[in-house]
């Protein structure tokens, strides 16, 4: 599986985003694809989710903001960030969950940077 993470950008404080993250490969052993981010000095924190079957999560902090959709026929997976503050500058990768791989595999990462 390859994934190609692509959409950020800069943006002023209240801005939006949507990244982008493309699968290619073995995408039917995908089980699900996360969002991550990783600010300088901080942990990598799971962002959003999505199953194969459709189900999302967030974290608490980007709840009501962020949302993570699919489009199968592209195999991509979408974040659209709304409402974005300096807090959520980071880079921003994709993930997907594979059975037998413990680390999934990861995309490049794109980088999001909120001025205030």
């Known amino acids: 599986v390859q994934l190609q993470a692509s959409g950020g950008g800069l943006v002023q404080a209240g801005g939006s985003l949507r990244l982008s993250c493309a699968a290619s490969?073995?995408?039917?052993?995908?089980?699900?694809i996360g969002w991550y981010r990783q600010a300088p000095g901080k942990q990598r924190e799971l962002v959003a989710a999505?199953?194969?079957?459709?189900?999302?999560r967030y974290a608490d902090s980007v709840k009501g903001r962020f949302t993570i959709s699919r489009d199968n026929a592209k195999s991509t997976v979408y974040l659209r960030m709304n409402s974005l503050t300096p807090e959520d500058t980071a880079v921003y990768y994709c993930?997907?969950?594979?059975?037998?791989?413990?680390?999934?595999?990861w995309g490049q990462g794109t980088l999001v940077t909120v001025s205030s």
């Open positions: 993930n997907a969950d594979v059975d037998g791989l413990s680390e999934g595999y």
């Open positions: 490969g073995s995408t039917f052993s995908i089980n699900a």
């Open positions: 999505i199953s194969s079957g459709g189900m999302t």
